[in-house]
């Protein structure tokens, strides 16, 4: 079954980096020569192709992540089989799923269930792990984005 997904905190970043970039083009335009100048120039850099990014990812059709059988298909949809998934991760609402070998979890495999599918969304991940022998951990996760 497919469920609708949100993007864990882009809008929030998308509000950070704007607000960021301000400060840096200020800081860019009043600072005199030297190496502040240049640091400015090149953070202001970075935070323009994050906001590029992250508006691209507000501003796209809403992604989705299904649950076959043995398998997920993740938002980008890449397919997964059961043996490649180690475990699942779940803080709060945000959850994440860890394959082996691997020290992040995947941007594409962590995600948000939209508000109108949260409690089927979740009801249908646990029976997911449990039909395919998964544990479920309730902690922290770092991702790869």
């Not at 997904?5 to 800081?27: C, D, E, Q, S, W």
């Not at 992604?63 to 490649?84: C, F, H, M, W």
């Not at 997911?128 to 544990?135: G, I, L, P, V």
């Amino acid at each position: 079954m497919s469920y609708v997904t949100v993007y864990p905190r882009a809008k929030l970043m998308l509000v950070g980096m704007l607000i960021l970039g301000f400060l840096m083009g200020r800081n860019f335009y009043t600072s005199g020569d030297g190496f502040s100048k240049y640091a400015a120039l090149g953070i202001l850099a970075i935070v323009v192709l994050n906001v590029a990014i992250l508006t691209r990812r507000v501003v796209s059709p809403k992604p989705s992540v299904t649950l076959g059988e043995d398998y997920v298909i993740s938002t980008k949809n890449k397919r997964y089989d059961a043996s490649q998934i180690e475990c699942v991760y779940m803080t709060y609402k945000r959850i994440g799923i860890k394959l082996y070998g691997r020290r992040l979890v995947p941007s594409d495999l962590c995600f948000y269930f939209e508000s109108s599918q949260e409690n089927a969304g979740l009801e249908e991940l646990e029976e997911w792990t449990a039909r395919n022998q998964k544990e479920v951990k309730h902690k922290f996760f770092q991702t790869l984005t």
